[in-house]
């Protein structure tokens, strides 16, 4: 059977967002018309997940609300002639069923997917963060070429990667390739956060992966680092010196990962999202003109 399990972490503190992440959790806020973890869901329920475990921590609870039936409000819309509306409610259906688990201290990305092996137990899954999207509308079908890399190379491991700007690798995990053919290749290492001169390529992590269940012995291996933080990137290295087959696929173009992790690319991906709204695109593309026009087109306020 193929793998249609996935795990979301939501659990994270978000600090970098403060304010804005003080009473409400990231994978919340809206980009475009939706919010972040629903482009996630729709882009998992694309790729065939069927069963999903958001690790969820304090403060989180409007994202296990947002999934559930609100018969309430549908109750409304239909009463108040809005049966319009109906339409945005849509994703409620989708044919995914919904865990969760809570991450009851924070101590980093591993340690939240560590959260979930009480349920995930023996069975390989896809692990997709709960602040990043993956291509515009969420329609990225690469959770699903990765799950069929996973099955058909027997791999232990399938990670996302994404070219960067060289002077950029400072901000992420980096793969050092064991040889690279075509948009798949072999890890031979991971770097987190290198020097621009000592990177080994410009392949950043993205947000997305494909583990055999060995990847919960490597965590639990893996001692916490900086601020008792687990780092999953430091138990895929692990999973890798003890001679599992890690493989990296390359973002396809077009689909690019969108990071809601701070401000500047926050602002970045709600820009282009609310651009390529069918409805409300063109009116905000017009206003950006003018704002953007030399002074002398501007309109007077
Ligand atoms: P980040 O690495 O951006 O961490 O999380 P963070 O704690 O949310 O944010 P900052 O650094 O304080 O600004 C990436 C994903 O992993 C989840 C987050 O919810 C986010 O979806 N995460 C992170 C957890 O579930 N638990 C953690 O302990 C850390």
Redesign the pocket.
């Known amino acids: 059977m193929t793998v249609d399990l996935a795990v979301v ?9 403060l304010p804005l992440t003080k009473s409400q959790p ?2 919340m806020l809206p980009v475009g018309r939706k919010p972040v973890v629903q482009y996630v869901v729709e882009e998992l329920a694309r790729c065939g997940i069927g069963r999903l475990i958001f ?1 969820t ?1 304090p403060g989180k609870t409007a994202i296990e609300n947002h999934f559930d039936f609100d018969a309430e409000l549908v109750a409304h819309l239909r009463e108040t002639g809005k049966e319009e509306l109906l339409a945005e409610l849509a994703f409620e259906g989708q044919p995914v069923e919904y865990f969760y688990t809570r ?1 009851r201290r ?4 591993g ?2 997917v560590l959260c979930a092996q009480p349920v995930v137990d023996n069975q390989p899954f896809v692990v997709a ?4 999207i993956i291509g515009l509308h969420a329609e990225s079908q690469v959770v699903r070429s990765m799950i069929d890399q996973f099955e058909r190379a027997r791999a232990d491991a399938v990670i996302a990667f994404e070219e960067v700007p060289r002077e950029d690798v400072t901000h992420y995990g980096i793969a050092k390739p064991r040889r690279q053919t075509g948009d798949v290749f072999e890890l031979d290492d991971l770097v987190e956060k290198p020097d621009v001169a000592e990177a080994p390529s410009t392949l950043a992590v993205a947000a997305r992966y494909v583990f055999s269940p060995a990847i919960f012995e490597c965590l639990k291996r893996t001692p916490p680092g900086k601020g008792e ?1 687990i780092q999953l990137t430091d138990a895929i290295r692990l999973l890798i010196q003890q001679g599992g087959k890690v493989l990296g696929a390359v973002l396809p173009p077009g689909q690019r990962r969108f990071d809601i ?2 401000f500047e690319s926050y602002f970045q991906a709600f820009v282009e999202f609310a651009l390529a709204d069918p409805d409300d695109g063109l009116a905000l593309r017009r206003h950006l003109e003018r704002l953007l026009a030399p002074d002398g087109s501007r309109p007077c306020c």
């Open positions: 972490p939501v659990a994270g503190r978000g600090t970098r967002l990231k994978e690790v921590g991450q924070q101590l980093g990305l340690h939240a963060l709960g602040d990043s933080e992790g701070n």
